[in-house]
């Protein structure tokens, strides 16, 4: 297994290798100046010209993506053209937050949400199923800002029960929290049920129930486990969207993540700072994506099984035809 | 109706079971007025095609009918002289695995991919004879061995065994807290005719061991020849013809069972073409009011058509669906 | 979460919106200029309430900010913070927008004597220390102007300051370039100027420049999260005892200032009314209109309208290819079909947020003349555009002009005003629609554009600054204009305004460029600042940001309530 685990942090260099030369060029080639934003209006021509220089913005494409690549196996992303702050600290510092958040949202989602679509997959069709995934159809379809802006107005505003902005203490990130993890937590809910009906309706459900074990047990041993892989590849999914930066929730509730960061990065042309995001996106997601194929060899040891098949001994190796008998 | 060809203690008595599923809108009668039998000891064949009704009259026993899609239940099923139609679940779930057991037809599907075949076995167990994990595991692994599988293949997913040692550890989780009834779906369908014979044989083994009653649904009369006390013909969700092994196979009296009979290829006879039964069974949603059998018997008449019949008597155990009989008898 | 809330919620939304549409009574009246041509501050909300001031420091104020990421280390390219201000004193402060010398208050120079009109004697107080203990003497002053310019991108130090040299320790010579009005003032009191001590600065690491750097302000930065808040306090024993000779961002009248970064205006609006924060400062009317209804300032709060310092002009194309360089009465003709008060309400603004202006500048500049107000400067008259059209021998529909605007500078209500307003007189339109990055380019390429609207203002505070940015042919790089082309008449008339700005230089650069017809300038907006009304004066620079440690607090303010 750890021999899997190495593999795939190997393979993941060279993808983070050709996201770099591509977003590098993807910038390259954007037209947009962002030395005028980074002046000001009233910049003269010359002016510009000279930071041009400066910045080595006007060296060839070649030049530019060695002088960055080379930066690069560094570990030095370069330091935002606005700010002047370097990127890489820049990164480091906003990561935490967008992280707690995420995480909080995902744990969230998942701790309502599959509950939610266990209870409909049981009722499937009845009044109470409708009724659920009526609602979750509702929270999936909310716009986040007008979400996020309605529950300010009510827990902040109204009742002042909980503020409105910033970061501190865990009563920050409720508001924030919960604008964001309802739509993902229709999403999970309504894949739980769906893989959940179908497991139910399979053989092995009718031999555990047969063997006389209480209801509860037959859906959260024998179901549950076996309905969890399309669930674990949304969450993983959603999991890894997030982390991009909850651009909206961040913005709306000034929570210094990385969502703003990148977002005002990519309007002000500011390349360092939109080459570290996207490579930093493209980081997290191959973790969560490796985390998640991790998550189903523990869930599924027939998965588990085509990972570590290189190191399975021949006498165990699975008989194919039955005419091996014992 | 009661039968006296044993000695041995009624088990179980299946009185008027009727069974309807709600499907697409519309209603399935699946089984429609099913009674019989069962004693100590005994082994019953229920022999029918595909969607006669034969799986529904094994989960109506087990009270593991799918919530959704049963519309109606109506009927008696008496275990040890306790109607389980009345039963709470929690009464239901004592008896399920210890007392009452069942062997699905698919062994490829039986059995659940994410769990090691050792803790499926030992599941059950546990439960109901409440040892602790060792010990649990213990039996388990001994239950392995007597189905014919090492005891080192106890931490093994499903997944490393084929077919024929699935369907094993099948039996092995039906049989482990020693049940009184064993109910085999079709146990041998999907399986090689050599692994047919050994997992019938590790069957009847293990019934000649612990004296388990076995219900044994299947199409294969071949089966049912070798394995069964009594048999049971069912067609579109009722019993046709019912009686002891000998009875039936050597005096088959309902035109459906000779069908059955006919369409089986007889080895020392060269015939040009085989005789299956012509047409197919009726549609479950729409059944005549009359024979349900009518449309294909080569002996119907209008009257067959008209009117529905019970089950007459021919001869000791033996009973018969048809007109015929009952005008002759 | 009940079902209810919702409902309570989207009640509430829209109760707020519904006050968007009260009407609001009376003209904001525009201001009127003194003789010296510029404006008293806080027109007719004036930021002054009465009450009893506290004495001595209170404790702590909390403001709004908008600038998600500042780096509070000398000679960081400035975003646009407040931080640098409460850290790193000037030379010298305005008192006003556009003030000139004499209308100035000495910071850390004792004195600023004329020499010639180039020339300039600058003193220091010989006793000031920074929040280290450092001394400040014209070396370090002569090596902040060296780093603010090459680091921080200070650039009118290049293009308009010839040399600083140093006379004596605590004396220095600033030679300029140029005459332009406004250009020293500027260059001795610009945000962007930050005055540190050279040895702190250079033995200090980037670590300890960004997390406590030696600061010449009365302020020191105690902690950072960055992107969400910054907290400064004031220096104890700060170098100036005698406050009379302190301007206003030298005060120390509440000891702890922390920012909170709040970048959706409609968040602000909300912290204020939580108290989360005391103050805060807005760009658009909907949000003044929390605080603001018919002419009164709501229960509770105090408010001040900025003046307006920027204009958004409508600029055409005069290259030798433009069909615009080709006819006078066309280009009459597309002015006055402009009306510049919808466009002005159709991007968010309303009578007290926004006036519409009478020349390229507003009437805070420096230099602006009284009388052009009550002039026709192309004042929407679409009959006047029509017959413009057909004196230069056009029918309605047959030319196409090609309308670039930016998106985060303007919004689509805007777009389509200027459309209608045009298709009215008779011309087609084509939008090219552009991000902020790719305007900037754009803006400088005329093949892209026939009409252009942007907004310009006025470095130096005076109008002649505005009009330099604009038709300075050494400050584009084929020696033309923003325009494109190059009019001698017009750039002698500017050079004349610059070194002379007489009324009589002023009027005749105003117009010839009214005549010519080459821009029009729309309309100016000010920016609002609201506070709880336990801050009794509400204090902002000569760049109308606010000064939280120059507010004239009431006795019984207290932060967050």
């Not at chain 1, 070649?62 to 960055?68: G, P």
């Not at chain 2, 482990?176 to 083994?205: F, G, H």
């Not at chain 3, 910071?107 to 010639?116: E, F, G, H, N, Q």
């Not at chain 3, 939580?274 to 018919?294: C, I, K, P, Y």
Request: glycine share 8%; aromatic share 8%.
């Amino acid at each position: 297994m750890l021999r899997y685990i190495g593999k795939r942090l190997i393979q993941m260099i060279p993808i983070l290798m050709v996201v770099a030369i591509l977003i590098f060029t993807l910038m390259y080639f954007v037209p947009g100046d962002p030395v005028k934003i980074i002046l000001g209006n009233d910049a003269t021509p010359v002016e510009v010209e000279k930071v041009r220089d400066e910045l080595g913005l006007n060296d060839s494409y070649l030049v530019q993506l060695t002088d960055y690549l080379k930066n690069l196996v560094q570990l030095n992303f370069g330091d935002s053209f606005f700010s002047g702050l370097p990127v890489r600290d820049e990164l480091m510092n906003r990561f935490p937050y967008t992280l707690m958040l995420t995480f909080c949202c995902i744990t969230c989602s998942v701790i309502f949400g599959v509950p939610i679509g266990i209870s409909c997959a049981l009722r499937a069709d009845k009044l109470a199923d409708r009724i659920w995934m009526f609602i979750t159809l509702l929270w999936s379809s909310m716009p986040g800002f007008w979400l996020a802006l309605l529950l300010v107005l009510l827990f902040s505003r109204q009742l002042g029960w909980l503020p409105s902005i910033g970061i501190g203490g865990p009563e920050y990130f409720i508001l924030p929290v919960l604008s964001n993890s309802l739509g993902s937590l229709a999403g999970i809910a309504r894949q739980t049920r769906a893989s959940m009906l179908e497991v139910i309706r399979a053989d092995f459900i009718s031999t555990a129930k047969s063997k006389g074990i209480s209801r509860r047990e037959v859906i959260w041993k024998h179901a549950l486990p076996n309905a969890l892989i399309p669930i674990i590849t949304i969450i993983g999914g959603g999991f890894g969207m997030m982390l991009g930066g909850a651009t909206i929730t961040e913005s709306i509730f000034s929570i210094p993540g990385i969502g703003l960061y990148m977002m005002n990065g990519i309007n002000n042309r500011d390349y360092p700072v939109v080459r570290g995001c996207i490579l930093y996106i493209a980081f997290m997601f191959a973790i969560i994506m490796l985390i998640t194929d991790l998550v189903y060899a523990f869930v599924d040891p027939r998965i588990k099984a085509k990972y570590v098949r290189a190191k399975k001994k021949p006498a165990k190796a699975e008989p194919e035809r039955s005419e091996v008998t014992c | 109706m009661k039968n006296e060809t044993t000695n041995n203690e009624l088990l179980l008595s299946v009185q008027d079971l009727e069974v309807d599923y709600s499907s697409g809108g519309s209603t399935v009668c699946a089984v429609n007025g099913v009674s019989f039998d069962l004693h100590q000891g005994e082994s019953l064949g229920l022999v029918g095609e595909t969607g006669a009704g034969k799986t529904t009259i094994a989960k109506s026993i087990m009270q593991i009918l799918p919530d959704h899609a049963t519309k109606r239940v109506a009927g008696e099923i008496f275990f040890k002289n306790q109607d389980l139609m009345q039963m709470k679940e929690k009464e239901l779930q004592n008896i399920r695995g210890s007392q009452i057991s069942m062997v699905f037809q698919d062994p490829m599907t039986a059995l659940n991919p994410v769990m090691t075949v050792g803790e499926q076995i030992a599941e059950g167990i546990r439960h109901h004879q409440h040892l602790d994990k060792a010990h649990a595991k213990q039996a388990a692994i001994k239950m392995l061995e007597t189905v014919g599988i090492s005891r080192d293949r106890i931490d093994e997913y499903p997944h490393q065994f084929s077919g024929g040692m699935k369907q094993r550890v099948v039996i092995a989780i039906a049989l482990a807290c020693n049940p009184e009834l064993l109910i085999a779906d079709e146990p041998t369908t999907a399986l090689d005719v050599t692994i047919q014979a050994q997992v019938l044989d590790l069957i009847k083994e293990l019934r000649r061991q612990k004296g388990t009653s076995l219900i044994l649904i299947t199409h294969d009369l071949g089966v049912v020849a070798d394995t069964c006390d009594k048999v049971a013909v069912v067609y579109a969700g009722e019993i046709v013809e019912i009686g002891s092994l000998e009875e039936v196979f050597d005096h088959p009296s309902h035109p459906y069972t000779k069908g059955l009979f006919g369409a089986i290829p007889d080895m020392y006879k060269d015939v040009a073409r085989l005789s299956p039964i012509d047409g197919l069974p009726p549609n479950p949603t729409e059944l005549p009011e009359g024979c349900y059998f009518a449309d294909r018997c080569p002996h119907a008449t209008e009257e067959c058509r008209a009117r529905h019949c019970q089950l007459e008597h021919i001869t000791g155990t033996h009973y018969v669906r048809c007109l015929k009989t009952e005008q002759e008898g | 979460m009940k079902k209810r809330s919702p409902f309570l919620a989207l009640t509430l939304a829209a109760a707020l919106s519904l006050s968007l549409f009260t009407g609001c009574g009376g003209n904001g009246s525009s201001s009127t200029a003194d003789s010296q041509g510029s404006v008293s501050q806080h027109e007719t909300i004036t930021g002054k309430i009465d009450g009893v001031a506290a004495t001595g420091m209170v404790d702590k104020i909390v403001i709004q900010s908008g600038a998600s990421s500042e780096d509070p280390s000398p000679f960081a390219p400035s975003v646009g913070g407040m931080a640098k201000g409460l850290l790193y004193a000037k030379l010298i402060s305005r008192n006003s927008y556009g003030a000139l010398l004499d209308d100035c208050t000495m910071w850390l120079a004792k004195s600023v004597t004329k020499v010639d009109d180039k020339t300039y004697d600058i003193e220091l107080y010989d006793y000031i220390t920074d929040s280290k203990g450092n001394k400040i003497d014209a070396d370090d002053i002569i090596f902040s102007y060296d780093m603010s310019y090459k680091e921080g991108k200070f650039q009118r130090i290049g293009s308009s300051m010839e040399s600083l040299e140093k006379t004596g320790d605590y004396t220095l010579r600033m030679t300029l370039k140029n005459t332009s009005p406004g250009t020293l003032e500027d260059l001795l009191s610009n945000p962007q100027l930050d005055i540190v001590d050279q040895g702190w600065y250079e033995s200090a690491t980037d670590e300890e420049r960004r997390k406590d750097p030696a600061t010449t302000g009365p302020y020191r930065l105690v902690s950072e999260v960055t992107g969400s808040s910054m907290v400064f306090e004031a220096v104890e024993d700060y170098w100036q005892k005698d406050t009379s000779l302190l301007p206003p961002s030298g005060r120390q009248n509440v000891k702890t200032i922390e920012f909170k970064v709040i970048t959706e205006p409609a968040m602000g609006v909300i912290a204020l009314e939580n108290h989360e924060v005391d103050f805060a400062r807005f760009n658009d009317s909907t949000s003044l209109n929390s605080f603001f209804t018919d002419g009164k300032v709501a229960d509770g709060y105090n408010l001040d309208l900025s003046d307006g310092i920027f204009t958004m002009d409508m600029f055409l194309n005069m290259s030798d290819e433009s069909i615009l360089s080709q006819s006078l009465d066309l280009r009459k003709a597309v002015l006055y079909a402009l009306n510049s008060e919808d466009i002005m309400y159709a991007a968010g603004n309303d009578e007290y947020t926004s006036f519409e202006l009478s020349t390229l500048g507003t009437p805070a500049m420096n230099g602006a003349q009284p009388e052009w107000e009550n002039e026709d400067y192309y004042d929407y008259n679409p009959e006047k555009a029509a017959e413009y059209l057909e004196a230069a021998g056009y029918e309605p529909g047959e030319i196409t002009l090609t309308f670039m605007s930016g998106t985060t500078m303007s919004n689509d209500s805007v777009r389509s005003v200027v459309v209608s307003n045009l298709e009215e007189a008779g011309f087609n339109v084509e939008l090219l629609t552009v991000d902020g990055a790719l305007f900037n380019v754009y803006r400088d390429d005329p093949t892209q554009w026939d009409l252009m609207i942007d907004f310009k203002g006025a470095g130096t505070g005076h109008i002649t600054g505005c009009w330099d940015i604009c038709f300075n042919p050494g400050s584009f790089t084929n020696g033309t204009s923003i325009c494109f082309n190059r009019d001698e008449k017009l750039v002698e008339l500017l050079m004349a305004a610059e070194q002379d700005p007489t009324p009589e230089n002023l009027n005749a650069f105003h117009y010839y460029l009214k005549d010519q017809a080459y821009c029009k300038g729309l309309y100016s907006t000010r920016s609002v600042s609201v506070c709880t009304d336990k801050i009794l004066e509400i204090a902002t620079d000569s760049l109308t940001n606010p000064i939280p440690n120059a507010m004239v607090f009431a006795e019984d303010y207290e932060s967050g309530k």
